[in-house]
């Protein structure tokens, strides 16, 4: 799945840009746009909105902001747009967690990711990545061995992700049940806090974004352990993934997908993806996402909402799998 994804974002040609960009749909620029992001600011969820925002004036809009409106996993900002007006005014940007994991793993979700949404276009995509931190000794080179640790120190045996429900906490969960340990688990408002929390030595590993560790894995503050994609990411080729370290159904890379409130028409949703594949296409955005580990990964709506679909169908079986018990 994660290769033909890439075949799937690669097939977008040039030609389609262009085709999306015209002397008309620049002349009905809005004046004003909001791209919502769900965690907090300095994580990869806000980085890519502000990385785009930047570049949708003054085509899409006169101007262009980023508002980061925590809580609840990332729900507050789905309901938040959900609720917007339908005129391009309002965009969300979101993890494909909070779509195609959260309705396996809450029983009242605030909204419906295909009803209440419009697909616009993919973003980026990126492997999840784990890490330690202090507390957890120096020894501890791998996946195994922090799962071996954590069965010899049980009172000590957590990690943290960006919120419940998500592909990080899943990994986790994976990851505990395939080792048979009791890992707990600890939910944050985004991957950033829980970074902090186990660079303090509060708590012993996170799983989250692989860019959310660089710069304090730079620092020597905390450890990557693994990656989560089917090959060896190429920002961190010294760092093994989870299948290479015996966990051999464990291949998962997410994306970022931008999406308007549903009933969008259908000229706002075409001059918006225009304009992210622009900003996409831009080499200072492709160069600042790299920073953070990510790839820049524009689609037609079409194709996200097939991908979407396909990544709502996988995760089900694996929710189940876990026996993860749905939240209200």
Not at 8 to 24: F, M, P, T, V, Y
Not at 238 to 254: I, R, S, Y
């Amino acid at each position: 799945m994660n290769i033909s994804r890439r075949q799937l974002i690669q097939s977008s040609s040039a030609a389609a840009l262009l085709a999306g960009i015209g002397r008309q749909a620049w002349a009905q620029a809005l004046d004003s746009t909001k791209v919502i992001a769900g965690f907090a600011p300095g994580g990869t969820a806000d980085i890519v909105s502000r990385r785009v925002a930047d570049k949708l004036h003054p085509g899409y809009a006169k101007s262009a902001v980023v508002e980061n409106k925590t809580g609840a996993g990332g729900q507050i900002a789905v309901q938040f747009v959900k609720t917007a007006a339908p005129d391009g005014a309002t965009v969300l940007l979101t993890p494909m967690s909070m779509l195609g994991i959260y309705p396996h793993t809450y029983k009242k979700l605030p909204y419906d990711p295909v009803a209440d949404l419009t697909p616009v276009s993919a973003a980026a995509i990126f492997d999840y990545g784990f890490a330690v931190g202090p507390m957890v000794p120096a020894s501890v080179k791998t996946v195994p061995d922090f799962l071996a640790w954590c069965k010899a120190n049980p009172g000590q045996a957590n990690f943290g992700s960006p919120a419940a429900g998500s592909s990080p906490h899943f990994i986790g969960a994976l990851l505990g049940r395939a080792a048979n340990v009791d890992l707990r688990h600890v939910a944050f408002r985004g991957t950033q806090p829980a970074v902090l929390d186990m660079v303090g030595g509060q708590i012993a590993a996170v799983s989250g974004p692989t860019g959310e560790f660089t710069q304090h894995v730079a620092a020597g503050k905390c450890r990557l352990l693994s990656t989560s994609g089917p090959k060896r990411s190429k920002f961190t080729p010294n760092t093994p993934t989870l299948v290479e370290q015996g966990f051999k159904d464990m291949a998962f890379t997410e994306w970022f997908g931008f999406f308007l409130p549903a009933k969008a028409p259908q000229d706002v949703v075409q001059r918006l993806n225009a304009g992210i594949r622009s900003a996409l296409a831009s080499q200072d955005v492709i160069d600042g996402l790299a920073v953070s580990f990510l790839e820049p990964a524009p689609t037609s709506p079409a194709q996200l909402a097939a991908m979407l679909k396909a990544d709502t169908e996988l995760w089900g079986p694996l929710v189940k799998a876990v026996g993860f018990t749905p939240e209200g």
